[in-house]
T-cell receptor, first 114, second 115 residues
Framework: DAGVTQSPTHLIKTRGQQVTLRCSPI?????VSWYQQVLGQGPQFIFQ???????GRGNFPDRFSARQFPNYSSELNVNALLLGDSALYLC?????????????FGPGTRLTVL | AQSVTQLDSQVPVFEEAPVELRCNYSSSVSVYLFWYVQYPNQGLQLLLK??????LVESINGFEAEFNKSQTSFHLRKPSVHISDTAEYFC?????????????FGTGTLLAVQP
C-alpha cells in the first residue's frame, strides 16, 4: 500500500511569493496534520484537518492556511514568504481525528526561500 | 502547556556499544509518549510509544524506552548499536484525550554510530 505522499519534493521560492504544498494521505485515513521542521529543530504543529474541517491550529501567523478536499488530500498554503519559512514541511495522516491513533508521516517537502 | 526536552543534541557512540538518549517532558495533564526516528532526507518513522500499561516499551529493532512518571522522563536505550542506527531521534508527547492529534516534539538527538 502506498504511504503518505507529498509534492513537490523540493521547492525554491523568493521572499514575498506564495507557495502551495500538497499531501495525499494513506487510503482510508481521514485526518491530515501539517508540521514545519526548521533545520536543527523538531517538527512544530501547524494544522490538523479531519473530515474537511480544521481541528487544530498551531502558533503560526495567518499567512499559513490549509484545506482538505473531499478525497481527504490536503493543501498547505503560505503567503508572503519570509526567509524564516525555509523548512521541511511534513504531512501526517491517521484514521481518526481525536482518540489515539498512529500518525504516519510523509517524506516532506523541502522549501527554500531566497 | 506541554514541552519536551532532549538535552543531548548529538550522541557519538562506537558500534556495538550501549546508548541512552534522554528525554524529559513537562505537562500538567496525562500524556502519551513517543520516540520517532528520522533518517537523512526522509520523514519521521514511529519507533515506539507509551500509551498506558507497562512502563517499559520495546521496538522490533532492539530499542526500548521506560516511562518514569515521577521523573517525567522517557529515555530511549539500546544495549548494542549498529551503524544503521545512525539517525536523528525525536521524543514527542501528545495530550491524552486531547481534541487534536497534535504532537509536541523535542529538538532531536543525532545518534552518530562510529565503526
Amino acid at each position: 500500500d502506498a504511504g503518505v505522499t507529498q509534492s513537490p519534493t523540493h521547492l525554491i521560492k523568493t521572499r514575498g511569493q506564495q507557495v502551495t504544498l500538497r499531501c495525499s494521505p494513506i487510503s482510508g485515513h481521514k485526518s491530515v496534520s501539517w508540521y514545519q521542521q526548521v533545520l536543527g529543530q523538531g517538527p512544530q504543529f501547524i494544522f490538523q484537518y479531519y473530515e474537511k474541517e480544521e481541528r487544530g491550529r498551531g502558533n503560526f501567523p495567518d499567512r499559513f492556511s490549509a484545506r482538505q478536499f473531499p478525497n481527504y488530500s490536503s493543501e498547505l498554503n503560505v503567503n508572503a514568504l519570509l526567509l524564516g519559512d525555509s523548512a521541511l514541511y511534513l504531512c501526517a495522516s491517521s484514521t481518526l481525528g481525536q482518540v489515539y491513533n498512529e500518525q504516519f508521516f510523509g517524506p516532506g517537502t523541502r522549501l527554500t526561500v531566497l | 502547556a506541554q514541552s519536551v526536552t532532549q538535552l543531548d543534541s548529538q550522541v557519538p557512540v562506537f558500534e556495538e556499544a550501549p546508548v541512552e538518549l534522554r528525554c524529559n517532558y513537562s505537562s500538567s495533564v496525562s500524556v502519551y509518549l513517543f520516540w520517532y526516528v528520522q533518517y537523512p532526507n526522509q520523514g519521521l518513522q514511529l519507533l515506539l510509544k507509551y500509551l498506558s500499561g507497562s512502563t517499559l516499551v520495546e521496538s522490533i529493532n532492539g530499542f526500548e524506552a521506560e516511562f518514569n512518571k515521577s521523573q517525567t522522563s522517557f529515555h530511549l536505550r539500546k544495549p548494542s548499536v549498529h551503524i544503521s542506527d545512525t539517525a536523528e531521534y525525536f521524543c514527542a508527547v501528545r495530550v491524552e484525550g486531547g481534541a487534536t492529534n497534535k504532537l509536541i516534539f523535542g529538538t532531536g538527538t543525532l545518534l552518530a554510530v562510529q565503526p
